[in-house]
């Protein structure tokens, strides 16, 4: 983790066996009680996570909520109420700038010109990044009036603080979490939520442990060796991995933060849609982190203009503004930057030339998607290296490789031992699971044994990954740096 620690993470042992079942109880309490024992829970395990910030996080509820209510109570478009919301803004950034930013700022000044100011070292709060996101985008819904607050401040401080989501999202809206998903009377439809909740839940779970656990092995070893003593088979094996790993990482936390979510009768939308089986690149970025992706384009593109412009020299400034902010929200460093970089220019160049969809052949679009995968393989190389210079040399000898032959035996052990997960995480970045519920299972005369049989085996995997965990082994969640 970065410079912080995530004690009730939700795949440790604490979590899955004591924090998850108690608070499970709520939701056999009357609605509105719920939310006063979830919001007291969710301030528990901020305290837990990040206790030398749990005052911040008070602080930050009770600013955001009263800018909320105050923006709320006046009419749109009133100059104080947009004034509030400016300033609202502008003390969210200003926070997430110092905590995430000011010691990389400081650094690069150092540097440009002599100052006695030094960096701090300051610890970075729990969720900080998602936790400013989810209260930017309710101060904004409050001033357009897209979204009516309830009378009672509870249901804010709970949207904003929500255990579930307050470490790495997904970054729910405010009207989306309170969309009322029980809608109907009686218990079948609530058990119908905490079963689906559950399902998620699991099915994230099974993605960490069986996945991303595993693949971080080999990725943990590749990319932190020296890379004269690599080889091309090496490296491409780690560059594999690691996109592997980190789409098991951060979907299995997504789909287990919404699942718990909908356990209480929460809602929020995917955050992910099986990205690899993409068509280009900007297809890739509506299917990866979804709720990041609309973030930007509700509150930074569609403002300043997104594509209905007059001039594309105007709608690359836009894109250009998204994606540079997308890469400085991941981090501070420079590698950040060059990611986001490159996603623009990747992007740019398929909304002038309309690739691929002005293309016709099968055969164009079949290389064009593999080009695609490529490129996202090179950007996540970039991602995960220590500094860009690392990176681009990485890059560099996946085609220029050293020719070890020990590496390449490596590559070879690598392969044995880890191949099967490796070939399996492959298949199901694919939508295989959907298919076979809807085109196999959903044939059966009996659909309640389709259903037994499913949960039947999504059990067996649970007690299995549980008995990985408890062994101890189990990585924090990637997107907790975030």
Not at 162 to 181: D, L, T, W
Not at 247 to 276: E, H, L, R, T, W
Not at 451 to 468: Q, Y
């Amino acid at each position: 983790m970065v410079k912080g620690m995530i004690v009730l993470a939700m795949t440790d042992i604490v979590f899955v066996f004591i924090f998850l079942p108690a608070s499970l109880f709520t939701a056999a309490f009357k609605q509105n009680l719920q939310k006063y024992v979830l919001l007291l829970l969710s301030l528990f395990y901020y305290a837990c996570g990040s206790p030398g910030h749990f005052v911040l996080l008070l602080g930050l509820l009770i600013l955001n909520i009263s800018l909320a209510y105050g923006i709320d109570r006046s009419k749109k478009g009133k100059k104080w109420a947009r004034g509030v919301l400016i300033l609202g803004i502008l003390l969210n950034i200003g926070t997430l700038f110092y905590y995430k930013y000011f010691d990389f700022f400081i650094t690069g000044l150092k540097q440009g010109a002599d100052t006695s100011v030094t960096a701090k070292e300051i610890l970075l709060p729990m969720g900080i990044s998602f936790f400013t996101f989810k209260a930017i985008s309710l101060l904004v819904d409050v001033y357009k009036g897209t979204v009516v607050l309830k009378k009672n401040p509870v249901y804010a401080a709970l949207y904003l603080s929500f255990f579930g989501q307050i470490v790495s999202g997904p970054i729910c809206r405010y009207h989306e979490f309170y969309k009322q998903a029980r809608t109907g009377k009686g218990a079948k439809k609530v058990w119908e939520m905490f079963s689906e909740g559950g399902y998620l839940f699991v099915k994230g779970f099974l993605k960490k442990v069986f996945f991303a656990n595993i693949l971080s092995l080999v990725v943990v070893e590749v990319f932190s060796m020296d890379l004269g003593q690599s080889s091309a088979s090496l490296l491409w094996l780690g560059a594999i991995c690691y996109s592997l790993q980190l789409y098991y990482d951060f979907s299995g936390y997504s789909d287990m933060a919404i699942g718990v979510g909908q356990m209480y009768g929460i809602s929020c939308p995917k955050n992910f849609d099986y990205p690899y089986v993409t068509k280009s690149v900007s297809e890739f970025w509506r299917r990866w982190h979804i709720t990041l992706g609309t973030w930007f384009r509700d509150y930074v593109y569609i403002p300043l203009g997104g594509s209905r412009v007059d001039s594309p020299i105007r709608l690359y400034f836009n894109l250009f503004v998204v994606w540079m902010l997308t890469g400085i929200w991941h981090g501070s460093k420079g590698t950040f930057l060059f990611w986001g970089f490159g996603y623009f220019v990747a992007i740019a160049i398929e909304k002038t030339f309309g690739i691929p969809d002005k293309w016709n052949s099968r055969w164009s679009k079949g290389i064009y998607r593999i080009l695609v995968l490529t490129f996202i393989n090179f950007q996540w190389v970039i991602f995960n290296s220590r500094d860009l210079f690392t990176g681009l040399r990485y890059i560099k000898h996946m085609f220029v490789g050293y020719g070890n032959e020990l590496a390449d035996h490596r590559t070879l052990i690598l392969l044995k031992e880890y191949g099967i997960i490796i070939v399996f995480a492959i298949i199901f970045t694919m939508p295989v699971v959907p298919y076979v519920r809807e085109h196999v299972l959903s044939k059966w005369d009996k659909k309640q044994v389709s259903g037994v049989i499913t949960g039947l085996m999504m059990g067996i995997l649970f007690v299995i990954a549980l008995s990985f965990v408890v062994a101890g082994q189990n990585n924090p969640f990637l997107y907790g740096n975030f």
